[in-house]
C-alpha cells in the first residue's frame, strides 16, 4: 500500500479515535456545568429551568448514553426546580403574612397609645374642671363667711307717747335697730319703716308698699357690728285701745337694702310684726307675720335702690 494511503488512514483512524475519546469528556464536562448552575440556584433561592440538549445534535448522535443520562437529569432538574420555585413562593408568603402581622401589631399599638393619650387628655381636662369647681366653691365659702350682713337687732322696740305728762299717752312710737352681723362693712346702705293699722289681718297678696318717708341716706356705710336707728311713730291712742280690743289689727314693716365689699349683686333684707297690745296698753308685743321676712333672694321684692 502506498506510503500516502497509509497516511491517509492513520490520519483518518486519529481522527476518529480522538472523537470517540473527546465525546464522553465533552458529556461529563456538560453534566458537571449543569450540577454547578443547580447548587447556584439552590443558593439563591431563585432555581433556573435549563432546556435538555437537542435531539437532532450531532453530540447526541455519537454519544447516545451520554445524551440519555443527560437528558434524564435535565428532566429531574425540572421538577426539583418547580418544587423549590414553589417552596420560594411559600416561603415569600408567610414572610408576607409575619410582615402583615407586624404591621398589625404596630397599628394595634399605636391605637392603645392614642386611647392612652385621650384618656390623659381627659382626665387632665377633668382635673381641672374639679379645681376650677373647688376653687369657686371655697370662693364662695369665703364669700359667704366674710360678707355683710343686716338685719334686725332682736325686734321692733316701742315706747309711748306722751302729751304733757306721763299720765297723757298720747300715742306709741316704734323703732327698728339695723345691725351689721357681718365681718366686713355694708355700703350704701338705704332703709325704710312703715306703719298701717287694718280691719282684717294683712292679706297675703297685701305688696307691702312704702307709706312713710323714713330712711336712711344710701351713703351712709356699717362696719361690722355697727348699727343704726330707725323710728317711726303714728299709733293712737285710740287705735291702740282698738288693737287690744281686736277690733283693729296694726302692723309695721321695715326693709334695708346695701352692698358688701364684693360689689356683686345689690342685698335686701325684709322684716314685718304685728303689734299685740294688752295691760290697758302697758305692754305691746311685737310678732314675726308674713311672707315680708327674709333676706337676699327669700326677700318678697328685689332690691330697689
Not at 479515535?17 to 458529556?27: E, M, R, T, V, Y
Not at 448514553?65 to 432538574?77: K, M, N, P
Request: charge should be negative; charged fraction near 25%; proline fraction near 4%.
Amino acid at each position: 500500500m502506498p506510503s500516502s494511503i497509509r497516511v491517509r488512514y492513520l490520519a483518518i483512524g486519529g481522527c476518529l479515535a480522538f472523537l470517540l475519546l473527546a465525546i464522553p469528556a465533552l458529556g461529563q464536562d456538560t453534566e458537571s456545568n449543569v450540577l454547578t448552575e443547580e447548587a447556584q440556584d439552590s443558593a439563591s433561592g431563585q432555581p433556573e429551568l435549563r432546556p435538555g440538549p437537542s435531539p437532532n445534535s450531532a453530540s447526541e448522535a455519537a454519544g447516545g448514553e451520554d445524551t440519555a443520562a443527560i437528558g434524564r437529569f435535565t428532566c429531574a432538574d425540572t421538577n426539583d426546580c418547580a418544587e423549590k420555585d414553589l417552596t420560594a413562593q411559600n416561603r415569600m408568603a408567610d414572610a408576607t403574612d409575619e410582615m402583615a402581622d407586624l404591621a398589625l401589631e404596630q397599628l394595634n399599638a399605636t391605637y392603645w397609645e392614642i386611647a392612652f393619650l385621650i384618656a390623659t387628655v381627659v382626665a387632665a381636662l377633668l382635673a381641672v374642671g374639679a379645681a376650677f369647681r373647688a376653687n369657686k366653691i371655697a370662693r364662695d365659702s369665703a364669700e359667704r363667711q366674710l360678707r355683710a350682713y343686716m338685719a334686725i337687732d332682736q325686734s321692733v322696740k316701742w315706747q309711748k307717747a306722751y302729751d304733757r305728762s306721763p299720765d297723757d299717752i298720747v300715742g306709741y312710737n316704734f323703732t327698728f335697730t339695723w345691725r351689721n352681723y357681718g365681718q366686713t362693712p355694708a355700703r350704701r346702705c338705704i332703709a325704710r319703716a312703715n306703719f298701717g293699722t287694718f280691719d282684717t289681718k294683712i292679706p297675703d297678696d297685701f305688696s307691702y308698699d312704702d307709706h312713710q318717708i323714713t330712711d336712711v341716706s344710701e351713703t351712709s356705710h356699717f362696719g361690722p357690728g355697727q348699727h343704726f336707728n330707725l323710728s317711726i311713730g303714728g299709733l293712737s291712742i285710740t287705735d291702740g285701745e282698738a288693737v287690744e280690743r281686736g277690733e283693729k289689727f296694726a302692723y309695721v314693716w321695715t326693709w334695708c337694702e346695701y352692698t358688701d365689699i364684693f360689689g356683686k349683686v345689690r342685698r335686701r333684707t325684709e322684716a314685718c310684726y304685728e303689734l299685740r297690745i294688752t295691760d290697758g296698753g302697758a305692754t305691746l308685743n311685737p310678732t314675726v307675720w308674713g311672707p315680708f321676712n327674709g333676706a337676699d333672694e327669700d326677700c318678697l321684692h328685689k332690691p330697689k335702690t
